[in-house]
Structure formats: C-alpha cells, structure tokens
C-alpha cells in the first residue's frame, strides 16, 4: 500500500527567508564561535586542574600551563565547520599537503616534535607518555578524562550561549526591519 503524499506551497516568504539568512550567517560566524569557545574553555580548565594532579612538582615544567584552547581556521576554510582544539601546546605537527608527502601517504598525519622551552609552562613534549602511558608506564590520562568529566556542562555551556546569539540576531535583525 502506498501512502498518499502531501505537497503544500508557501508564498511571500522571501522577506523572512532573508532574515533567517542574515540571522544564520551572523549566529554561526559571530555567536555559534563565541558558545564553541565558551564550551571548550570548560573543558581547557578541567583538562588544567586534572594535568596539575599528575604534573611533577619538583621540575620548571608545568603541563597544565600549557594547556590551550585554540581556533582551527584550517578546518573551517576547508568545511565550514566551526571547530576549537583543546590541546597541549608543543604537541604534535601535522604533515602539509605538498608533493613529497602525498607521494609519502603521510598528509594529514601528525607527527611529534621534539616541544619549546618557549611555551609558558616550558618543553613538556613527554606530556603524550603521561596521558597514553608507554610499554614501561601505565598511562594517566588527563585530557580524556577532562572531556568525559565536562561533556554534559560544556554542552549546556554552548547550548545556553547560543540560544542568547541567536537572541540577540533575532533583536538586531527586528530592529533593523523597524528602521527600513
């Protein structure tokens, strides 16, 4: 048995049409990175308090100082995707897209560098031995656990910033159809 379809047609949308456009393009480009960076600067400072436990008092070095939260323009130039990274700076590169590495099969991969003593906390390059363990070492993570711990109030995070975006797109877009 088949079921029947429906087909309906709107008229004299384009005007609001217009407005949502306008509103998406704003909430997504302004509000939607503001709540993206609010939700991982949660998850940054669980990943901070989590990396003192297992940092070594006695040494210069400091994990949790160089736990960073940072925008990856790559990834929305190339998708449209907002996205942020919460990471260990000094952590591992990844492989450019030139000629000698497709050849390789090695774009995109990501491979490990030897750290900066420039970084604030100094050159913790052995922080992945810590968080994956090694052959010899059990491992304590402390970047896994700061996301599993912080996944339900980074989430309410975004979800509250970006109702207020959407809020205030809605406001400025009402007011500016008020002035034409």
């Known amino acids: 048995m088949m079921a029947d379809s429906i087909t309906f047609r709107i008229e004299g949308v384009e005007a609001l049409n217009a407005k949502l456009k306008g509103v998406s393009d704003d909430v997504r480009l302004k509000g939607g990175r503001f709540a993206l960076r609010k939700a991982a600067n949660l998850v940054r400072d669980q990943a901070k308090a989590n990396a003192a436990r297992v940092d070594d008092p006695t040494t210069n070095e400091s994990i949790a100082k160089n736990i960073a939260v940072r925008w990856d323009g790559k990834h929305f130039k190339r998708t449209g995707d907002l996205k942020f990274r919460v990471g260990v700076l000094g952590g591992a590169m990844a492989y450019g897209d030139t000629r000698l590495n497709r050849r390789k099969s090695r774009v ?73």
Do not use: C
Not at 125 to 144: D, H, I, K, N, V
């Open 108 to 180: 995109g991969k990501e491979y490990g560098t030897d750290g900066s003593s420039g970084n604030p906390g100094g050159d913790t390059w052995y922080w992945r031995f810590l968080e994956f363990g090694t052959s010899r070492q059990r491992a304590q993570p402390f970047m896994r656990t700061a996301l599993a711990s912080s996944i339900d109030a980074a989430t309410a995070e975004f979800v509250n910033q970006y109702g207020k975006a959407v809020d205030r797109a809605i406001k400025r877009a009402a007011k500016k159809a008020e002035g034409s």
